[in-house]
């Protein structure tokens, strides 16, 4: 199916583990972001990639690695997770602003994770 | 930094009246979008705007831009109940498609 996929759409994980949130489009958008939503701050942006192997910070990128080998995958690795880390995340892609389709950012559905 | 600011973060419609949800942005861009999104749901792409003085429309919803004066309104016509959601206004700072959204406006239309 086209579109935006992340998985898994809920994790429950331990403080201190590692935890890969995952992030598949089908549109061969060149960029992809993840944010995290939170209660009082709203999105802020972890990530981005403007092409494959091309990635750059946002607001809070601390604690998070992405990587980025092939354009339809984008995806987030806590390193060593924390409750400030519990949140929805939700991964988004982009075409370019010259095609006539342009529409802006295109979300997943979001992963609820929980940090115990 | 840029900050996005929008008001009232609360709003209770009467079904069949008018409001306005407004969104104000702390430095120049011709880039604003318009997101719903619904309780546990993602976020639902509404309007692009573009330029200066754009104005979009899509049923009861028109979403206009002021880049002069740095912001943006959500017109709402004759609240229904389907309009019941969480709206965001985001901002592109440097053409870089990344985006700096608003806190959110949660709308509840009652009867």
């Known amino acids: 199916d086209a579109g935006i996929t992340q998985s898994p759409r809920y994790k429950i994980t331990e403080t201190g583990r590692q935890v890969t949130l995952m992030c598949h489009q089908t549109w061969s958008h060149s960029y992809m972001f993840w944010y995290r939503q939170d209660l009082g701050h709203g999105l802020r942006l972890i990530y981005y990639?403007?092409?494959?192997?091309?990635?750059d910070k946002g607001e809070v990128p601390d604690g998070y690695v992405v990587s980025r080998s092939k354009t339809e995958n984008f995806p987030l690795t806590l390193e060593s997770a924390t409750r400030s880390q519990t949140s929805v995340y939700f991964c988004?892609?982009?075409?370019?602003?010259?095609?006539?389709?342009?529409?802006?950012?295109?979300f997943g559905q979001g992963t609820r994770l929980t940090v115990v | 930094e840029l900050k996005v600011e929008q008001n009232p973060l609360f709003l209770s419609m009467q079904e069949g009246k008018n409001y306005t949800i407004y969104c104000n942005y702390s430095t120049t861009s011709d880039r604003l979008y318009w997101y719903r999104q619904d309780p546990g749901k993602s976020l639902e792409s509404l309007f692009v705007l573009l330029s200066n003085g754009a104005v979009k429309q899509e049923g009861r919803l028109m979403a206009s831009l002021d880049t002069k004066a740095r912001l943006s309104t959500l017109h709402i016509t004759a609240a229904v109940h389907d309009l019941s959601a969480t709206y965001f206004c985001?901002?592109?700072?440097?053409?870089?498609?990344?985006?700096?959204f608003g806190a959110g406006t949660t709308v509840t239309v009652r009867a």
């Open positions: 985001a901002v592109e700072g440097s053409n870089d498609y990344k985006l700096s």
């Open positions: 988004a892609s982009s075409e370019s602003l010259g095609t006539a389709s342009y529409r802006g950012a295109f």
């Open positions: 990639s403007a092409a494959a192997d091309i990635t």
